[in-house]
């Protein structure tokens, strides 16, 4: 198979066949002969060498190269043979940028053709397939200390239960911050080790140097640091306590959802699902210090002149509020809180897909 036609036959997999900025990441992550090898996958290492007319040694050596990488996806590091290629754009953009073992300056020429193509091809595909959807992908989960007076919060919306319930927890890069950042913009949160995977996700990380372990009490702190951040704790839009996504900790700026949603002016619950929960003001305590505002990212609060009110008050605007609960841990006169709203079957059993 020609160079140019083995790229863009993997690229066609992922919808992409035609898009040179694909081909291009594509050429970067993989030699031709290692195109080759993912594009006949899953194969016994016998039958690729066969095929290649390669001997099985030299296989099993670009085998290992192709899932260092991140191009490859397998049961285990301790068994590569008949791995297969990224099922999809996500899975190939995550991993191929996460690695422990991918710098940031050696590597810039990755993150530039990954934002390349996210930015005017990627994205826009992505708001197109969201704004087709009848059901929203992702869903928030409220800071946990937000809802702590809650009488009925679910276990798939408690992030102490969430973290609890996992057998194994990783953490790994943001891609998307990490991603903006080698680019040279600077995110406001700044901090990039917040994605957490749970189980089988957590352990593939590790054994592929792309995530850390962390205890139960190092995660929950962890969430804590991200909450403090003003970080939106999303997952996917189902009660699954460890949700196949595992658990990003996003924010409005470079986040691969929420700033496509931002840029190109989507209602956000066509991707992302409200929480179960609502900001509420309580006028007294009000200050009318504006933190909330500046801390919301959704645009939910403004200041409004209560009919009597020598001075302006927090007002939220509960169209808008996704139920993140941030502004109520950044509120220092307790003038907010999250309040139940939506009954539990809100939250799908499964995900759409």
Not at 21 to 43: D, F, G, N, V
Not at 49 to 74: C, H, P, Q, S
Not at 236 to 265: A, H, K, L, Q, V
Not at 304 to 313: D, R, Y
């Amino acid at each position: 198979m020609a160079k140019h036609d083995v790229y863009s036959s993997l690229a066609e997999r992922h919808g992409y066949k035609d898009s040179l900025r694909y081909c291009r990441i594509l050429e970067y992550l993989m030699t031709p002969k290692q195109a080759e090898l993912a594009a006949l996958m899953p194969l016994k290492y016998e039958e690729l060498a066969k095929k290649l007319n390669m001997d099985v040694a030299a296989v099993k050596r670009e085998v290992e190269g192709l899932y260092r990488t991140g191009v490859i996806f397998a049961r285990g590091p301790e068994n590569l043979e008949e791995s297969s290629f990224a099922l999809a754009v996500v899975q190939l953009h995550d991993i191929t940028m996460c690695s422990f073992d991918r710098d940031d300056v050696r590597d810039k020429k990755l993150f530039e053709l990954w934002d390349d193509f996210c930015v005017n091809e990627w994205d826009p595909d992505q708001v197109a397939d969201w704004m087709k959807r009848e059901q929203p992908q992702g869903r928030i989960v409220p800071a946990y200390k937000a809802i702590l007076d809650s009488p009925e919060i679910l276990p798939c919306e408690d992030m102490r239960q969430i973290i609890n319930s996992a057998r194994s927890i990783a953490v790994s890069y943001c891609t998307c911050r990490r991603r903006k950042g080698a680019l040279g913009k600077k995110c406001k949160k700044s901090h990039s080790m917040v994605d957490i995977q749970f189980n089988v996700s957590a352990e593939y990380l590790i054994s592929r140097n792309a995530g850390k372990r962390l205890s139960r009490e190092e995660a929950l702190a962890l969430i804590d640091q991200c909450e403090g951040l003003g970080l939106i704790h999303t997952c996917e839009n189902s009660t699954r306590m460890r949700p196949r996504w595992g658990m990003c900790n996003c924010c409005t700026d470079c986040c691969m959802i929420y700033e496509p949603i931002n840029r190109f002016n989507t209602p956000v619950t066509k991707c992302i699902a409200k929480s179960r929960y609502e900001a509420h003001l309580d006028e007294e305590p009000c200050t009318g210090c504006e933190i909330c505002v500046d801390w919301c990212p959704f645009g939910a609060i403004e200041m409004v002149k209560p009919k009597g009110s020598k001075k302006e008050k927090a007002f939220v605007d509960t169209g808008k509020c996704m139920g993140c609960g941030i502004c109520v841990l950044k509120c220092d006169y307790q003038a907010l809180s999250l309040k139940q709203v939506r009954p539990p079957e809100h939250i799908p059993q499964a995900l759409a897909l």
